[in-house]
């Protein structure tokens, strides 16, 4: 985030404004299973992909000893990892609900995990001290509002997942919530109860049910408080 001029919002907080520490923790979640870290498992429970894994029983390929008569391969010599290949590194959010998802949860349990409650307090301060958000109620500045005018204005609803940048998809996500949620990651947020319950049809688009526990949808105004393509 800058301050000046001009104010560049990053998707958690531009989440965290406009939907509070829900919306700021689902776009942690969709950042990550984009990154393929986090899928969904029972109906309404995130796991890493790593659990999931171990659920599912999968147990190593079985070591082969190499032949008495054969020597130990030499070691291969280290080599520095190429930058180009590793993946950049997770804000503290992305990192905090990711360290939260140790055992498989449902949302409202990340959002209540003991990191995930320090980094968003860390962005509530940042948001703060840039003058977006009061302290008392937390509640968006006019600052604020405008910023996510400008952003709204610069970045429509997406229609398709089909050829867009990660970082477009999770300012999506951000600036609509549950709208965006239908476009780019459907079946996943149904699953891990990201959305309302909704019947997913090939070609015939969402019919909605009833709701479980509240979705990402709609325009809060309090950054204190709860909630408020293809995968």
């Known amino acids: 985030m800058s301050t000046g001029t001009s104010i560049r919002l990053r998707p958690y907080e531009v989440a965290l404004l406009r939907g509070g520490p829900r919306a700021a923790v689902t776009v942690a ?5 984009l990154r393929g870290d986090v899928e969904a498992g029972r109906p309404g429970r995130l796991r890493t992909s790593e659990a999931s894994s171990e659920a599912a029983g999968q147990a190593p390929p079985p070591q082969t000893s190499p032949p008495s008569q054969a020597p130990p391969a030499p070691p291969a010599p280290a080599s520095s990892p190429d930058p180009a290949s590793s993946p950049a590194p997770l804000p503290p959010l992305a990192e905090a609900v990711r360290a ?3 055992r498989p949860a449902g949302l409202p349990q990340v959002r209540d995990h003991a990191d995930v409650r ?11 001290a840039a003058g977006l958000l009061r302290a008392f109620p937390p509640h968006r500045t006019r600052t604020a509002r ?6 709204s204005a610069e970045h429509t609803l997406p229609t398709s997942r089909k050829g867009l940048p990660e970082s477009d ?8 919530g549950e709208p965006a949620l239908h476009v780019l990651v459907p079946r996943f947020a149904l699953r891990a109860g990201l959305i309302t319950r909704a019947e997913v049809a090939e070609g015939k688009g969402f019919h909605s049910r009833s709701p479980r526990g509240g979705g990402t949808g709609g325009t809060a105004h309090s950054c204190g408080g709860g909630g408020g393509g293809s995968d």
């Open 169 to 176: 998809a999770l300012m999506a996500v951000a600036l609509y």
């Open 146 to 151: 405008r910023a996510l005018d400008a952003l």
């Open 29 to 33: 979640v969709v950042a990550l299973h």
């Open 118 to 128: 320090a980094a968003l307090a860390e962005l509530q301060a940042g948001l703060r």
């Open 100 to 102: 939260a998802l140790a």
